[in-house]
């Protein structure tokens, strides 16, 4: 690779769409811009390892179709859009990833990177696993076939220790870095 890896982390929601509501009023929007913003912060720390854009580094909204023209017109290799999940069970629990749900030739290799952050987040982090899912969202609908696109649902913002972690600066840190540890000792280092 002549450059580095380009990657776009996309926190979902924002401005007027909240996203999920927890049970103590944190909304999605805020944790998820929160990791990106950690995971930027950890890559220009490091020296910019990896060419990181955000879809959104302030509480703004950008329309679907935006954030994946954003990563086709970045000529992104990785696209990672960041969720959080909620549930009329308060017990629910757990990181689950999604792949565009219709093959093309980045399928095998979207599936691999998705089943790898889940499994980091479960045994680095303790996260119920919660599985690899696939769906036809449209993010990853408009952006598997140039590049490798997976969804992140993060954890339950209906389940109160769920929520707890993510109020804690350090532990959104130790999120980001993971996963850009994770994309670096893959993607640079077994090359």
Not at 62 to 81: H, V, W, Y
Request: hydrophobic share 40%.
């Amino acid at each position: 690779m002549n450059r580095p890896l380009r990657v776009i982390i996309d926190p979902g929601h924002g401005g007027m769409d909240s996203g999920a509501i927890g049970v103590n009023g944190i909304q999605e929007k805020d944790v998820v811009l929160n990791l990106a913003l950690a995971l930027k912060h950890l890559n220009d720390t490091l020296g910019h390892p990896l060419d990181l854009f955000s879809t959104r580094t302030s509480d703004t909204l950008i329309s679907l179709s935006g954030r994946s023209k954003l990563a086709l017109a970045l000529e992104a290799d990785i696209f990672l859009s960041l969720h959080c999940n909620h549930s009329s069970n308060p017990k629910a629990r757990g990181v689950e990833v999604y792949v565009y749900d219709k093959p093309n030739s980045n399928t095998d290799a979207a599936t691999w990177l998705a089943f790898q952050i889940q499994e980091r987040f479960n045994k680095r982090l303790g996260f119920k696993s919660r599985g690899v899912k696939f769906a036809n969202f449209q993010v990853l609908r408009e952006t598997s076939r140039q590049m490798l696109s997976i969804l992140v649902e993060l954890g339950f913002l209906s389940n109160s220790v769920e929520i707890r972690y993510f109020l804690k600066v350090k532990n959104t840190e130790q999120m980001a870095k993971q996963i850009l540890l994770y994309l670096l000792r893959t993607f640079y280092f077994n090359s």
